[in-house]
Protein backbone atom coordinates (compact mmCIF):
# COMPACT_ATOMS: atom_id res chain seq x y z
CA UNK A 1 0.00 0.00 0.00
CA UNK A 2 1.38 3.57 -0.97
CA UNK A 3 1.68 5.97 1.61
CA UNK A 4 2.59 9.30 1.48
CA UNK A 5 2.96 11.62 4.60
CA UNK A 6 3.76 15.42 4.62
CA UNK A 7 5.46 17.24 7.15
CA UNK A 8 6.68 20.50 8.37
CA UNK A 9 3.88 23.50 7.62
CA UNK A 10 2.77 25.64 10.34
CA UNK A 11 2.32 29.46 10.43
CA UNK A 12 4.90 31.74 9.36
CA UNK A 13 5.70 35.13 9.31
CA UNK A 14 5.79 36.76 5.33
CA UNK A 15 9.60 36.58 4.46
CA UNK A 16 10.51 33.35 6.88
CA UNK A 17 11.14 30.06 5.44
CA UNK A 18 9.58 25.99 5.89
CA UNK A 19 10.77 22.62 4.82
CA UNK A 20 8.27 20.61 3.82
CA UNK A 21 8.68 16.86 3.88
CA UNK A 22 6.97 13.73 2.13
CA UNK A 23 7.85 10.32 3.62
CA UNK A 24 7.01 7.66 0.91
CA UNK A 25 6.57 4.11 1.83
CA UNK A 26 4.63 0.94 -0.41
CA UNK A 27 6.32 2.05 -3.28
CA UNK A 28 10.27 2.12 -5.05
CA UNK A 29 10.36 5.39 -4.55
CA UNK A 30 13.66 5.89 -6.42
CA UNK A 31 11.52 5.30 -9.35
CA UNK A 32 8.67 7.86 -8.90
CA UNK A 33 8.76 11.35 -10.38
CA UNK A 34 7.37 13.30 -7.27
CA UNK A 35 5.40 16.52 -7.31
CA UNK A 36 4.37 19.29 -5.06
CA UNK A 37 0.91 21.08 -5.25
CA UNK A 38 -1.01 23.27 -3.04
CA UNK A 39 -4.64 24.56 -3.03
CA UNK A 40 -5.66 27.73 -1.08
CA UNK A 41 -9.37 28.10 0.06
CA UNK A 42 -11.46 27.96 -2.82
CA UNK A 43 -9.72 27.30 -5.31
CA UNK A 44 -8.06 24.58 -7.46
CA UNK A 45 -5.30 22.66 -7.08
CA UNK A 46 -1.77 24.29 -8.18
CA UNK A 47 1.27 22.76 -9.64
CA UNK A 48 4.37 23.55 -7.58
CA UNK A 49 7.14 22.22 -8.65
CA UNK A 50 8.47 18.30 -9.57
CA UNK A 51 11.57 16.33 -9.46
CA UNK A 52 12.08 13.20 -11.17
CA UNK A 53 12.96 9.87 -10.07
CA UNK A 54 16.44 10.36 -9.89
CA UNK A 55 17.00 13.67 -8.88
CA UNK A 56 18.47 15.03 -11.80
CA UNK A 57 15.38 17.46 -13.28
CA UNK A 58 13.32 19.64 -11.65
CA UNK A 59 10.63 21.87 -12.86
CA UNK A 60 9.00 24.39 -10.52
CA UNK A 61 6.19 27.04 -11.49
CA UNK A 62 6.49 30.25 -12.20
CA UNK A 63 5.76 31.60 -8.81
CA UNK A 64 8.16 28.96 -7.00
CA UNK A 65 11.42 29.65 -9.14
CA UNK A 66 13.98 31.32 -6.95
CA UNK A 67 12.31 31.06 -4.03
CA UNK A 68 11.49 27.53 -3.55
CA UNK A 69 13.23 24.36 -4.15
CA UNK A 70 12.43 20.67 -4.76
CA UNK A 71 14.97 17.83 -3.68
CA UNK A 72 14.87 14.28 -2.49
CA UNK A 73 16.81 11.60 -0.94
CA UNK A 74 15.97 8.59 -2.32
CA UNK A 75 17.81 6.75 0.66
CA UNK A 76 15.36 8.04 3.13
CA UNK A 77 12.40 7.56 1.00
CA UNK A 78 11.86 11.40 1.13
CA UNK A 79 11.06 14.34 -1.20
CA UNK A 80 11.59 18.15 0.52
CA UNK A 81 10.20 21.38 -0.38
CA UNK A 82 12.36 24.21 0.23
CA UNK A 83 10.28 27.61 0.66
CA UNK A 84 12.25 30.97 0.93
CA UNK A 85 10.84 34.60 1.23
CA UNK A 86 7.31 33.06 2.26
CA UNK A 87 4.13 35.59 1.27
CA UNK A 88 0.74 35.75 2.09
CA UNK A 89 -0.53 33.93 -1.35
CA UNK A 90 2.01 31.12 -0.63
CA UNK A 91 -0.80 29.91 2.35
CA UNK A 92 -2.32 26.97 1.60
CA UNK A 93 -2.37 23.35 1.82
CA UNK A 94 0.42 21.70 0.43
CA UNK A 95 0.50 17.95 -1.04
CA UNK A 96 2.77 15.62 -2.37
CA UNK A 97 2.12 12.78 -5.20
CA UNK A 98 4.07 10.43 -6.70
CA UNK A 99 3.85 9.11 -10.80
CA UNK A 100 5.70 5.57 -11.52
CA UNK A 101 5.64 6.11 -15.44
CA UNK A 102 8.92 7.75 -15.41
CA UNK A 103 8.37 10.75 -17.49
CA UNK A 104 9.53 14.37 -16.79
CA UNK A 105 8.01 16.76 -16.56
CA UNK A 106 4.79 15.93 -14.44
CA UNK A 107 3.04 18.82 -13.59
CA UNK A 108 -0.91 18.39 -14.21
CA UNK A 109 -2.53 17.15 -11.03
CA UNK A 110 -4.42 14.05 -13.14
CA UNK A 111 -1.37 12.51 -14.27
CA UNK A 112 -0.41 11.86 -10.66
CA UNK A 113 -1.94 8.49 -8.94
CA UNK A 114 -0.52 8.57 -5.20
CA UNK A 115 -1.43 11.73 -2.78
CA UNK A 116 -0.28 12.54 0.50
CA UNK A 117 -2.85 14.02 3.04
CA UNK A 118 -1.47 17.44 2.70
CA UNK A 119 0.26 20.19 5.20
CA UNK A 120 -1.04 23.30 5.89
CA UNK A 121 0.97 26.15 5.56
CA UNK A 122 -0.01 30.02 6.97
CA UNK A 123 1.81 32.97 6.19
CA UNK A 124 1.03 35.74 7.64
CA UNK A 125 1.55 39.76 6.82
Known amino acids: QVQLVESGGGLVQAGDSLRLACAAS????????VGWFRQAPGKEHEFVAAISWSGRSTDYADFAKGRFTVSRDNAKNTAYLQMNSLKPEDTAVYYCAADGLRHFPVTLRDEYDNWGQGTQVTVSS
Open 26 to 33: GLTFSSYT
